[in-house]
């Protein structure tokens, strides 16, 4: 009996153990689970059992959407790591304190353009230039009403220059073209002072070419000019456009300084993408004097001489016809001449508004008759 036991009792202990050994697999899954745990955990909304094998998943899936805008999916994901959503609820506030700031800014800014800067020239009836006059010699008027006061006045005979001569180098314009250029660097030489001055060289035909960037070096204008071809139509209108927007109006300044240009062409146009109103226009903004020297050689004035006249005088410069070669030279001259020869003002209009509006300029020599004042027509006002 006691022999036909043991069989059966090492049957059951068998048994027995088989039992456990199932139990402990079924509370214990083997590593095949794990890699599946993450992805069906990334799948729900992260579920308290789950807590502690979801927590490697939100450190990995958060570095991923913060360039795209999924906040809502890691703001479910990121709750076990407390510290992960506190740097998101002050990025908001920076940007109300920067507010005040730019408010403050602006409202400086508002107080700097109701002062006008002008400059200008005064003649005698013979053309000579008066350089002695003083401020109380002058009196402002600014859209029709007199200015309420002249803050500065000066003789800006010293003031730096920022010069863009520009050459039409078309097919119209070939036959002085060489004489022409060494007129341009004769005036460069005698105008920009080293260290002190600066200018650029632009050829244009249907489109502008800058030649030679800003500089002080007279040498390398003079190559810049050297280097223009003629050639093609005209887009005069353009080049003198962009010399004003691209140039002038963008170039680096420490203090105060005098923006003129020299303008070399016939005044045709057949090429250009803007008009004549909204090249003088662009001037104006940059407060750029243009000079303009007529290239026409037909002994009478032609419709482009016209033109010609009419963006000088609008920006308070001056044009030239010289129809002899020899007069090109004097007209240059008599830029450079009158470069030295100028006043600048500051002054503070009455009702003045930001509102973008062009507002007239005329400046009276009240205290000498037979004097000619000659400054630019106008200014836009700025908008807020």
Do not use: W
């Not at 600014?142 to 730096?160: G, M």
Request: net charge negative; hydrophobic share 35%.
């Amino acid at each position: 009996m006691n022999h036909s036991m043991n069989p059966r009792s090492a049957i059951l202990s068998v048994l027995g153990s088989c039992l456990l050994l199932t139990t402990l697999f079924a509370q214990n899954p083997g590593p095949a689970e794990l890699p599946n745990a993450p992805s069906h955990t990334a799948s729900q909304a992260k579920r308290p059992p789950a807590g502690a094998a979801p927590a490697p998943v939100q450190s990995t899936k958060p570095t991923a959407p913060p360039a795209s805008d999924s906040s809502p999916s890691g703001a479910q994901k990121d709750p076990p790591q407390t510290g992960t959503p506190a740097p998101a609820a002050p990025a908001p506030a920076p940007p109300a304190q920067a507010a005040p700031p730019e408010d403050e800014t602006t409202t400086t800014i508002v107080r700097t353009v109701n002062e006008v800067n002008v400059v200008f020239t005064v003649t005698d009836r013979h053309g000579h230039y008066v350089k002695d006059l003083k401020k109380d010699d002058f009196q402002v008027i600014d859209d029709k009403r007199p200015a309420v006061e002249i803050r500065s006045f000066a003789r800006q005979t010293d003031l730096p220059l920022q010069v863009g001569l520009l050459v039409d180098a078309s097919n119209s314009v070939r036959d002085r073209f060489k004489f022409e250029q060494e007129s341009a660097i004769e005036f460069l030489n005698q105008t920009i002072r080293p260290r002190y001055d600066k200018a650029f060289v632009i050829g244009f035909d249907v489109t502008p070419e800058v030649t030679q960037d800003f500089t002080d070096n007279t040498e390398a204008l003079s190559i810049g000019v050297r280097g223009l071809r003629p050639g093609g139509g005209t887009a005069m209108y353009d080049a003198l456009y962009f010399a004003c927007r691209d140039k002038l109006l963008k170039a680096a300044q420490t203090g105060p300084v005098r923006r003129a240009i020299v303008l070399l062409s016939d005044g045709d146009d057949n090429q250009s993408h803007v008009t004549r109103e909204e090249a003088i226009e662009m001037a104006q903004r940059a407060d750029v004097i243009v000079y303009t020297i007529s290239t026409n050689i037909s002994g009478s004035i032609q419709r482009g001489d016209r033109v010609l006249e009419r963006i000088a005088e609008a920006t308070g410069g001056r044009s030239f016809e010289p129809f002899q070669l020899h007069d090109v030279a004097n007209a240059f001259a008599e830029i450079q001449d009158e470069l030295r020869s100028q006043y600048a003002l500051t002054y503070k209009p009455a009702d003045f508004r930001s509102d973008g509006r062009y507002r007239t300029i005329e400046i009276l020599a009240q205290t000498h008759k037979n004097l000619r004042v000659r400054s630019r027509h106008g200014y836009y006002a700025p908008t807020q």
